[in-house]
């Protein structure tokens, strides 16, 4: 399967899950500050060379969170973030909007071969996120509330 068509096929996955999704095939520097603007930034450690604002003091403060996924999967749209002995989660629990970035060269076609890789990272990872779309729950009363456990906005950027 052609890289194009599982770029298309995650993307028209993840925007049915709510996401929004950017790909940027030039400047990925340019996308993410663009998502970051007036906002309050806190960030992973990023393969990417942008200088973001300086984060709030208060991580709790921010309004926007980076992070790096590991991998996408088509079908369903969804990234894997993958964390090792002292990554901090909360670039994508704290702020009320996510941005991911990924790799177009990491989007699997399933989500089945998205965690088969990621069962075979070595060493294990210590914590994995897999985000299909803002955080969203029905508890209460039966009622679907988005942002009650994260993010209310995830948006992915797709580096080709």
Same mark, same amino acid.
């Given at each position: #399967?052609?890289? %194009?068509?599982?770029?298309?096929?995650?993307?028209?996955?993840?925007?049915?899950?709510? &996401?929004?999704?950017?790909? +940027?095939?030039? *400047?990925?520097?340019?996308?993410?500050?663009?998502? &970051?603007?007036?906002?309050?930034?806190?960030?992973?450690?990023?393969?990417?060379?942008?200088?973001?604002?300086?984060?709030?003091? *208060?991580?709790?403060? +921010?309004?926007?969170?980076? +992070?790096?996924?590991?991998?996408?999967?088509?079908?369903?749209?969804?990234?894997?973030?993958?964390?090792?002995?002292?990554?901090?989660?909360?670039?994508?629990?704290?702020?009320?909007?996510?941005?991911?970035?990924? *790799?177009?060269?990491? /989007?699997?076609?399933?989500?089945?071969?998205?965690?088969?890789?990621?069962?075979?990272?070595?060493?294990?990872?210590? %914590?994995?996120?897999?985000?299909?779309?803002?955080?969203?729950?029905? *508890? @209460?009363?039966?009622? #679907?509330?988005?942002?009650?456990?994260?993010?209310?906005?995830?948006?992915? /950027? @797709?580096?080709?």
């Amino acid at each position: #399967m052609s890289r %194009n068509v599982l770029i298309e096929q995650f993307r028209t996955a993840a925007e049915q899950a709510h &996401c929004r999704v950017v790909v +940027a095939p030039a *400047d990925v520097g340019a996308a993410v500050l663009a998502e &970051c603007a007036g906002g309050k930034v806190i960030a992973d450690q990023l393969a990417l060379a942008v200088e973001l604002p300086p984060p709030p003091a *208060d991580p709790w403060e +921010a309004t926007v969170g980076i +992070a790096q996924a590991f991998g996408g999967a088509a079908e369903t749209g969804t990234v894997a973030l993958v964390r090792g002995p002292g990554a901090a989660r909360r670039s994508s629990l704290l702020p009320t909007k996510s941005v991911v970035l990924l *790799d177009a060269q990491a /989007i699997h076609p399933t989500y089945a071969e998205l965690v088969t890789a990621v069962a075979q990272l070595q060493p294990t990872p210590t %914590n994995v996120q897999f985000v299909t779309g803002p955080s969203r729950s029905g *508890d @209460i009363e039966s009622a #679907m509330v988005q942002g009650m456990h994260g993010p209310v906005e995830v948006v992915v /950027i @797709i580096a080709t």
